[in-house]
């Protein structure tokens, strides 16, 4: 069974479709855009293996031709040097504008792709075939393109919204477990900032889908990606309630820096520990009970997830100088730290009224605690 969500913006409208095995229906999937029978592929070389020929012989079948570009797989890939050559690449393969690229992988393939779709011939059609959880709930969806600078990460980018988002959940059986729970982290997400219900639901169901149920797999996915679809369609470009989809993004971020970007934090894990993070600081703000930030890091415990900073291999700055790291964040209006808290869980809200001290507490906290706890 094939699920739709319809993202239904104005002149861009586009579907995302989620399916076990939908690799298989590419051909027929995309072929409908197409206005000759041909598309470009790029991939990574670690997905490439995996999920290129299944495509392409997809394609294929539905007698649409393809020729790839292979990039180096890893975040360094998000930056000018591999951007310019994918750019150049499609100049070469005589991209149009009515043509389709297809990006084939996760986040830094995503990104990469749908900002060189954005800039070629000012604008052409891409569409998502995202093969992470992460990239399957949040990163394909909803039109952020972008590369890293050396000044940060996704300094440099475009909205520019995919004409068609394949998720094929039976992608996710090849990805180590370390990366499903770190895209299961922004599946929590969305629960902790707008849905109690699916928050609930993930408590019950949460163990079965990682441990690969593909019905509660493709209703995580549905859930997300319904509730992306919706922040979005209210606020495309993050001028107001797009926001909350960083709920925990700003801690996230300061501990991505701390850790250099390497292996030590996953995005995903900094996302669930940034969650626990903000849902701390909300009561200790009186915003909420205590029990709720106890919930939330009962959940991440139950599936085996970082959810403490002292989770995180190795050392990290002290609190003043992770405050002094989330200034850099993208979110910073007029030099104020914008933070993502919650009334509850399924109540997030974006405010800039938060002190200072309030932030460095929870951080301090944080270190000075021992081994992780539950
Ligand atoms: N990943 C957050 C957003 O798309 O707005």
Known sequence: MVETVPVALPG?????????????SAGTEIAPLLSRPRVVVVTDENVGALHLEPLREALSAAGVASEALILPPGEATKGWTQFSACVEWLLEQRVERRDIVIALGGGVIGDLVGF???????????????????????????????????????????????????????????????????????????????????FDWLEEAGPALAAGD???????????????????????????????LNLGHTFCHALEAATGYSDRLLHGEGVAIG????????????????????RVRAHLAAMGMKRDLSDIPGDLPGAEALLDLMGQDKKVVDGTLRFILARGIGAAFVTSDVPPGAVLDVLRDGLEQGPART
């Not at 586009?14 to 298989?24: K, P």
């Not at 019905?215 to 001028?239: F, G, H, N, P, Y």
């Not at 969650?275 to 106890?294: D, H, I, K, N, V």
């Open 116 to 198: 060189a779709a954005a800039v070629l011939r000012r604008g052409v059609r891409f569409v998502q075939v995202p093969t992470s959880l992460l990239a399957q709930v949040d990163s394909s969806v909803g039109g952020k393109t972008g590369i890293n600078s050396a000044h940060g990460k996704n300094l440099v980018g475009a909205f520019h919204q995919p004409s068609l988002v394949l998720a094929d959940t039976a992608l996710l059986e090849t990805l180590p477990e370390r990366d499903f729970l770190a895209g299961y982290g922004e599946v929590v997400k969305y629960g902790l900032l707008g849905d109690a219900e699916f």
């Open 214 to 244: 593909r019905e509660a797999r493709i209703r995580a996915v549905r859930r997300s990606c319904e509730m992306k679809a919706e922040i979005v369609l209210r606020d495309e470009t993050e001028q107001g309630d797009r926001a909350l």
């Open 275 to 294: 969650c626990a993070l903000a849902f701390e600081l909300s009561a200790r703000l009186g915003l909420c009970s205590q029990e709720e930030p106890s």
């Open 12 to 24: 861009r409208a586009y579907d995302i479709r989620i399916g076990h095995g939908l690799l298989a």
